[in-house]
């Protein structure tokens, strides 16, 4: 007889294909572009976080939002940003053939990808969102990720019909060649979310060198 019944094997067999994030952090320092065909070509180019957005280093995980309950799994359907117009469909991605982290199609810009490697938003653990900066029609779905500040919300409506409200606590820009794994990714035991676009300088040789990470934690449901 088994040792779990059908739906706690299910959960089981789900968190066992999640990939540690430790391998996760491995990728990205080798030099992980998560969105590798933004363009760039726009006269202004997308905001860059402000240094007052930044978290505070000395905190990891340091959020206003009290602890909340983590929830069960359940896969997100639509992300909302209020404070950027965002409104966007989410998609299931995983890793390339080359071991990236893959995106969404880039001939869609208004659609966001949910890394199944990790958490489902609003599990207990870090859930990461991804899309595209811009495509080469113009401005795609995080183009405006970098204006956010502390205290703005996210909202993933999830497929068990709850939404999970995350506050952003702290908005930065790392560079590819150098991006702190741990620090990204570390929940702390809590329900995280982060939210990731490229950024930084762009060349049209190599595209954006940064990654713009929004560290959001679960601080409401409805």
Wanted: charged share 20%.
């Amino acid at each position: 007889m088994s040792a779990f019944e059908p739906a706690e094997f299910e959960e089981e067999a789900r968190r066992k294909k999640r990939a540690p994030w430790g391998v996760i952090a491995l990728v990205l320092l080798t030099g992980l572009a998560l969105i590798r065909n933004g363009s760039g070509e726009f006269d202004e180019g997308p905001p860059q976080p402000a240094g007052a957005a930044a978290t505070d280093s000395r905190v990891p995980g340091a959020s206003t939002a009290p602890a909340m309950r983590p929830l069960p799994y359940s896969v997100p359907g639509q992300v909302r940003i209020p404070a950027i117009q965002v409104d966007a469909p989410v998609m299931a991605v995983g890793l390339d053939a080359e071991g990236w982290v893959d995106a969404p199609p880039p001939e869609d810009p208004n659609l966001a990808g949910w890394f199944t490697g990790g958490v489902t938003p609003g599990e207990k653990g870090t859930a990461v969102v991804v899309g595209h900066v811009d495509n080469h029609l113009g401005p795609a779905v995080f183009y405006g990720l970098g204006a956010l500040k502390k205290g703005n919300r996210v909202e993933i409506e999830r497929k068990d019909g709850k939404t999970a409200v995350f506050e952003i606590y702290g908005i930065e820009v790392f560079a590819k060649n150098d991006f702190p794994g741990d620090r990204v990714y570390n929940s702390k035991g809590a329900a995280e979310l982060r939210v990731i676009t490229c950024g930084g300088g762009f060349t049209q040789q190599d595209g954006y060198d940064g990654n713009v990470v929004v560290f959001a934690r679960l601080a409401g449901v409805r």
